[in-house]
C-alpha cells in the first residue's frame, strides 16, 4: 500500500471549505474533507513520516433522492492533494453528471481539466453507487464480476520504523496471514530481520516504493531477499522514471516477480509494463476510479501480467469500492482503513486479512454507509 499525508494543514479559508456545494439541473455535488488519523506513524522510503492524510469525501444527490457516494485519497506523488482536488470539484457542473449515463459523465470531467485523477476518482465512485443503486444491484454485480466470501485475503502493511517498533507492529498483526514490509532505506535489512524476530513464516511482500536508485542495487537487494523463502514479491523497487531498458534488466535477472505501482497508472501503461515487470499494483486513485481499474484490470489480464489491488490511505469507501474488483487480482493490499482510527464509514468488512460484504448492512451500490 501507499500513503502520504498532505502535511499541509487545512487553510481557514481554504477552497475546501469555501465551495462545498455546487448545483447544476437536478443533481447536487456536495464535497467535504476529512482528516484521517493513523494507528502508527505512517513512513515511506520517500516521507519522512506522518500520522494524518486528508482525503475528500463527495456525496452526488439527483432530484428522485438516489444518492451516490465518493472519496480522494490524493497524494503529493502524483501532484495532488485535498486543496487540488477541491478546486478541482469547485469547477464540475453538477448538471453535466448523471448516474444515467456513467461514460458521458466521466467523458465530461476528462474535458474540465486534463490530469487530477484523484478527484474524478471519487466522481467516478459516486457516480457508479448512484447507478447501481438504481438498478437495485452491488456494484460487484452491476459490473457482472460478482464477490465470492471467503476467497480474498488482503495483506496487512508495515511502514518504516525503527525495529523495535516493527516487532511491536508485527505482533500486534499476528491475526493477518500476510504483510506487506516497506522497504527502500539504508535499515532493510535490520527492518526484515526485526520482523522475521517475531513471524518467522509468516508470507511478505515487499513494496520498494522507488527506494533503490540503480538497476544493480535493486537487483542485489532483491537477491538477498529472494534468501527468504516466504517473500512473494517486490513492488517498486526503482523509481518510476528508470529506462525502460533497465526495467528490462532487471526483470530477466530477478529472482522474485517485480510489481509496477508508480509505473501502471492506466490501461495505456500495459504494453510498456508487459516488458518491464511480471505485475502490477492498480489503485483507484491513480485510475480515475472503478471505470478506470476495472480497464486497467483487464488491460493488464490480456498481457499476461499478474494484478493486484492497492490502496492508499482511505476510508471504507475506498476500500469497498476497490474490494469490488476483487474477482480480478490475483493479490489484495485493501488495508487503508485498519491502518487509520476514525473511518467516518462502514462497509467491507476485513475479517484477520479476509475481505467480506457478509456482513455489511447496505445491500445496493458500494454496499457503504456512514457510522452510527
Not at 478541482?88 to 458521458?104: H, K, N, W
Not at 516497506?182 to 520482523?195: C, H
Not at 526503482?238 to 532487471?250: E, I, K, R, S
Request: charged content about 25%.
Amino acid at each position: 500500500m501507499d500513503g502520504r499525508s498532505t502535511e499541509r494543514q487545512p487553510r481557514q479559508n481554504s477552497i475546501a471549505s469555501r465551495n462545498q456545494l455546487r448545483f447544476g439541473g437536478p443533481v447536487k455535488l456536495t464535497y467535504r474533507p476529512i482528516e484521517l488519523h493513523l494507528a502508527h506513524r505512517w513512513q515511506l522510503a520517500r516521507t519522512s513520516g506522518t500520522t494524518t492524510s486528508r482525503v475528500v469525501v463527495v456525496e452526488l444527490r439527483d432530484s428522485d433522492g438516489t444518492v451516490g457516494l465518493g472519496e480522494a485519497a490524493p497524494t503529493r506523488r502524483y501532484g495532488e492533494d485535498a486543496d487540488t482536488v477541491a478546486a478541482f470539484l469547485a469547477r464540475v457542473d453538477a448538471g453535466q453528471l448523471s448516474f444515467d449515463d456513467v461514460p458521458g459523465s466521466m467523458a465530461y470531467l476528462e474535458g474540465v481539466a486534463p490530469g487530477h485523477a484523484a478527484a474524478k476518482c471519487a466522481v467516478n465512485l459516486a457516480l457508479l453507487d448512484g447507478a447501481a443503486r438504481r438498478a437495485g444491484k452491488a456494484l460487484y454485480d452491476f459490473l457482472g464480476l460478482g464477490f465470492r466470501e471467503q476467497q480474498h485475503v488482503s495483506s496487512f502493511t508495515i511502514g518504516i520504523d525503527t525495529p523495535e517498533v516493527i516487532r511491536q507492529k508485527v505482533a500486534a498483526a499476528a491475526r493477518f496471514p500476510i504483510l506487506k514490509i516497506k522497504v527502500g532505506v539504508p535499515e532493510d535489512r535490520q527492518n526484515l530481520q526485526a520482523v522475521r524476530a517475531v513471524a518467522p513464516d509468516k508470507t511478505l511482500r515487499v513494496d520498494a516504493n522507488e527506494g533503490w536508485k540503480t538497476k544493480e542495487q535493486a537487483l542485489a537487494m532483491i537477491e538477498w531477499l529472494a534468501q527468504d523463502p516466504h517473500i512473494e514479491y517486490v513492488e517498486q523497487p526503482m523509481p518510476a522514471g528508470t529506462p525502460v531498458a533497465d526495467w528490462v534488466w532487471l526483470k530477466a535477472r530477478s529472482p522474485l516477480p517485480v510489481f509496477a505501482d508508480e509505473s501502471y497508472h492506466t490501461a495505456a501503461d500495459a504494453p510498456r509494463c508487459a516488458e518491464c515487470f511480471h505485475g502490477v499494483n492498480v489503485k483507484l486513485v491513480k485510475t480515475g476510479g472503478v471505470s478506470g481499474g476495472l480497464a486497467a484490470l483487464r488491460a493488464a489480464r490480456q498481457l499476461g501480467l499478474k494484478t493486484m489491488l492497492g490502496c492508499m490511505i482511505e476510508t471504507s469507501i475506498l476500500i469497498s469500492a476497490g474490494a469490488h474488483l476483487a474477482e480480478l487480482c490475483d493479490h489484495l493490499d485493501l488495508d487503508g482503513n485498519i491502518l487509520i482510527t476514525n473511518d467516518p464509514f462502514q462497509g467491507v468488512e476485513n475479517r484477520d486479512g479476509w475481505l467480506s460484504f457478509a456482513g455489511a448492512e447496505e445491500k445496493l451500490g458500494l454496499r457503504v454507509r456512514p457510522r452510527g
